[in-house]
Each structure stands twice: as structure tokens, then as C-alpha cells.
T-cell receptor
Framework: GAVVSQHPSRVICKSGTSVKIECRSL??????MFWYRQFPKQSLMLMAT?????????EQGVEKDKFLINHASLTLSTLTVTSAHPEDSSFYIC??????????FGSGTRLTVV | TQLLEQSPQFLSIQEGENLTVYCNSS?????LQWYRQEPGEGPVLLVT?????EVKKLKRLTFQFGDARKDSSLHITAAQPGDTGLYLC???????????FGTGTRLQVTL
């Protein structure tokens, strides 16, 4: 089946620094990838939709200058949290949409900003 | 915004009991999916339903898509501790590709 690799699985960073999270589709091409954020005891909230070779589409209320998304190839999308603050601490999950496999989710990244 | 409301939010039952989780919306979805998520992991797909009125069974799990494609339910028969987790419905509306998740139902099954 389809596999989406997300790295790192956990990261702790200092307030004010930037963190990059990678999302790779390992055995299929994904023209569209999605980034979600999940706070404790809550559901997944869509942050943005990323299409290969074009600018990401952000959901209302998500700051595009803070959450930079790059989808440079059909198998890789990255999310960079810039100038991170403690309130950005959360569980970030990516999903890749493949023609054959539908939506496949990464295993998530636990970000802690101290 | 397509809002998917799940009920109940939290359910604690004993092994062997039956339960139903509901997923309701005022929007029409072209397809609806159910996922289960364990702590610290990504959600895992259980089923996709696309036709109004469709019923799908997966061992002890029965999924139903409403006739109007606005709601869905998940019924678990004879729950086991291994069923413990966060259950999420998620829908795709129209021709858009983005998947919107429901509010979630946290299930705990004890011995």
C-alpha cells in the first residue's frame, strides 16, 4: 500500500526559531498534499492545501507567512514554522492524495516550542 | 465552511457492548470516510462511502452513509479494548479535493 513518510516525528525548538517538517510520498506521486494541525483532545484542522509547482492555498485564519509550504516535487512537501512560539506547539500531520491510493497520512510531527 | 459534528464526543464502555457514533452536517458530501487514530500517530482509514444510503461492513464495524449524503454513522458490535481510539469522520465536498474532518469521538473500551 501507499506510504507517506513524515519527519521529524518529534522536535523541540526554542521560541523564535524556525522548524521544517518534511512529508514524502514513498511509492506514489502526489499532486496534492495537505497539512493539518491537531491540538490535544481535538480533531484535525486543515491548515493548507499544497499543489506541486504552485502556491499553497491556506485555510481562513492560517498565516501564510508563518507557515511556509513548499511542494517542489510530486513526492515532497515541506512545512516551515517560522519564528515559532509556544502557542505553535501542536501535532502536525500531512496527507498525500494519490490517484490510486486516495488520501494517505503521515505519522505526524510533535512540535514543542519552549 | 463544511462543519462535521460528531456525537458523542466521548464514550466509555465495557468490552462486549455495542455503540454507534454519528457524523452530521448540513452540507452534502461527494464521499465520506471514517478513520481511527491512535495517540501520537496519523489517522488510519477504515472505510470510504460514496453512495447515499450505502452500508458497508468491516468485521464488527458497520458504516452507513445517509440518503442525502449529509450524515453517516459507525456502529461497532461487541466492542473490544483494541477498538479504543479516536474515531474521525471526514468528508469531501463537491469537486474539491480537500478532506474536512469531523469533531471526533474518543472511544474507550475497558475489560
Amino acid at each position: 500500500g501507499a506510504v507517506v513518510s513524515q519527519h521529524p516525528s518529534r522536535v523541540i525548538c526554542k521560541s523564535g526559531t524556525s522548524v521544517k517538517i518534511e512529508c514524502r510520498s514513498l511509492d506514489f506521486q502526489a499532486t496534492t498534499m495537505f497539512w493539518y494541525r491537531q491540538f490535544p483532545k481535538q480533531s484535525l484542522m486543515l491548515m493548507a492545501t499544497s499543489n506541486e509547482g504552485s502556491k499553497a492555498t491556506y485555510e481562513q485564519g492560517v498565516e501564510k507567512d508563518k507557515f511556509l509550504i513548499n511542494h517542489a516535487s510530486l513526492t515532497l512537501s515541506t512545512l516551515t514554522v517560522t519564528s515559532a512560539h509556544p502557542e505553535d506547539s501542536s501535532f502536525y500531520i500531512c496527507s498525500a492524495l494519490g490517484e490510486q491510493y486516495g488520501y494517505t497520512f503521515g505519522s505526524g510531527t510533535r512540535l514543542t516550542v519552549v | 465552511t463544511q462543519l462535521l459534528e460528531q456525537s458523542p464526543q466521548f464514550l466509555s464502555i465495557q468490552e462486549g457492548e455495542n455503540l454507534t457514533v454519528y457524523c452530521n452536517s448540513s452540507s452534502v458530501f461527494s464521499s465520506l470516510q471514517w478513520y481511527r487514530q491512535e495517540p501520537g500517530e496519523g489517522p488510519v482509514l477504515l472505510v470510504t462511502v460514496v453512495t447515499g444510503g450505502e452500508v458497508k461492513k468491516l468485521k464488527r464495524l458497520t458504516f452507513q452513509f445517509g440518503d442525502a449524503r449529509k450524515d453517516s454513522s459507525l456502529h461497532i458490535t461487541a466492542a473490544q479494548p483494541g477498538d479504543t481510539g479516536l474515531y474521525l469522520c471526514a468528508g469531501v465536498a463537491g469537486t474539491a479535493s480537500k478532506l474536512t474532518f469531523g469533531t471526533g469521538t474518543r472511544l474507550q473500551v475497558t475489560l
